[in-house]
C-alpha cells in the first residue's frame, strides 16, 4: 500500500507559484481566501495535519496544538513571533521557525518613511488639501520638525534598528539606542550609535523609533510615564508590535501637546484601532504594513517554504530550517523576538 504523504495547512492565501512549491512534497490544504481563524478553526485545521505555514493573524497556543498528535513544524511568516507559544511547541517537540533578514531593510525603509512623516505632518497635510481647507501657501501653516541634524532614538537596536540607524546617517542625525544588550563596539562604531539607559533616551530623542519585540516585558513600555520623559516637540514611531505602548496614555499625551506626533503601523488590538487615535490630527495610522514591499512579502514566503520543507524533513536542506526560532535566540539582538515582537 503507498504511503501517505504528509499534509500541511496554509492558513492564509499567500503567493500561490511560491506556495506551489510543497505540493512536491506534501497533500496542501489551502485556505483559499483571506480568512480571520479562531481557536477552534486552528485546532481542528492542526489535528489534521503534520506541518502548517501560518501568519501572524494565527495564535497558537498550548490548545490549539492539544490535539495535533501528528503536528511536527510551524513556519511563521513573519520574523516576530509572538503569535506562537514557543514554550508549548517546544514542549511537545514541534519545530517553529520565522522569516528574519528578508524584511530588514523593507522594514527600516517604512520606518524612516514613517518618522518622516509624523515630523512633516504629511498625511495631516495631505487631508487638510483634500478637504479643501488650502487657501494658498500658508508661511506659518503646517509647521513640522526637521530630521536632519536631529537627535534619533531607537529602541531596540536589532536587525531593524540598525537599519534605521544606517539611513539616520545620511540625515546626519545623532543615534542614541537602548536595548537589552549593549552592541559590541565596534557595530556601535559602525553605526555611529551610543548606547544610552531608557530614561535618557527618552529625554533625547527628537525622533523616537520603538523596533523592539513584545514581551510581558516590553508590554506598554512606553506607558505615561515615559512618554513624559520626552520632549513635548519629539515624534514617537513604533513598527514592532503595538502592546508596547499604553496607547490611551499616547492619545491623551498628543492630544494635549505633551507629544508632538506619532507614527503608528502596529495596534494593541489590531485590526481595531483605538477610537481616540483615530481621532487625532498629529498621528500617522498604517494597517501593519511596514514589510509590505511586493519582492520582502515574496521573499518571506518563500523562506516560510523553505522552513516547512525543510523542517519536516525532506527536499535539501531536510532537517535543517534555514531560520528556526530556537531558545537561544531569545537573548540574542533581534528586533523581534517572542515574549519582547
Ligand atoms: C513581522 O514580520 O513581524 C512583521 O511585523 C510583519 O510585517
Redesign the pocket.
Known amino acids: 500500500m503507498a504511503e501517505s504523504r504528509p499534509k500541511v495547512w496554509v492558513s492564509q492565501p499567500l503567493f500561490d507559484d511560491i506556495v506551489e512549491r510543497l505540493h512536491a512534497h506534501f497533500d496542501v490544504v489551502q485556505v483559499p481566501d483571506v480568512s480571520e481563524h479562531d481557536a477552534a478553526a486552528i485546532a481542528a485545521a492542526l489535528r489534521e495535519v503534520d506541518g502548517a505555514l501560518v501568519t501572524?493573524n494565527e495564535r497558537i497556543g498550548r490548545d490549539e496544538i492539544a490535539d495535533a498528535a501528528k503536528l511536527r513544524a510551524i513556519a511563521n511568516v513573519?520574523?516576530?513571533y509572538n503569535n506562537l507559544d514557543i514554550d508549548a511547541l517546544q514542549a511537545r517537540g514541534i519545530v517553529a521557525t520565522n522569516?528574519p533578514d528578508v524584511?530588514t531593510e523593507t522594514?527600516a525603509d517604512f520606518g524612516f518613511a514613517l518618522m518622516m512623516a509624523a515630523a512633516r505632518r504629511v498625511t495631516e497635510a495631505e487631508r487638510h488639501l483634500r478637504a479643501g481647507q488650502w487657501q494658498g501657501w500658508n508661511f506659518k501653516g503646517l509647521l513640522g520638525a526637521d530630521l536632519h541634524g536631529s537627535t534619533l532614538g531607537i529602541l531596540g537596536m536589532g536587525r531593524i534598528g540598525q537599519g534605521i540607524a544606517k539611513r539616520a546617517s545620511g540625515f546626519d542625525m545623532r543615534v542614541l539606542y537602548h536595548n537589552r544588550s549593549r552592541l559590541p563596539a565596534e557595530v556601535e562604531r559602525a553605526f555611529n550609535a551610543t548606547y544610552v539607559d531608557f530614561d535618557t533616551l527618552l529625554a533625547q530623542a527628537d525622533h523616537l523609533v520603538l523596533v523592539l519585540p513584545y514581551s510581558a516585558a516590553s508590554h506598554h513600555i512606553v506607558d505615561a510615564a515615559a512618554l513624559a520623559k520626552m520632549q513635548p516637540t519629539a515624534t514617537l514611531t513604533n513598527i514592532a508590535?503595538g502592546g508596547i505602548v499604553d496607547e490611551a496614555a499616547l492619545a491623551d499625551a498628543l492630544a494635549n501637546g505633551r507629544l508632538a506626533s506619532a507614527a503608528l503601523d502596529?495596534f494593541e488590538g489590531e485590526p481595531a484601532v483605538d477610537p481616540c487615535l483615530l481621532a487625532l490630527d498629529n498621528i500617522v495610522l498604517t494597517p501593519?504594513?511596514?514589510?509590505?514591499s511586493l519582492a520582502t512579502r515574496r521573499a518571506?514566503v518563500a523562506l516560510a517554504v523553505d522552513n516547512l520543507i525543510a523542517a519536516l524533513g525532506v527536499g535539501p536542506d531536510a532537517g535543517r530550517p534555514p531560520s528556526p526560532i530556537a531558545p537561544a535566540k531569545q537573548d540574542d539582538n533581534d528586533a523581534?523576538r517572542p515574549g519582547t515582537?
Open positions: 501572524l513573519g520574523v516576530g522569516t524584511l522594514t508590535r502596529v501593519h504594513i511596514a514589510s509590505g518571506m523581534k515582537a
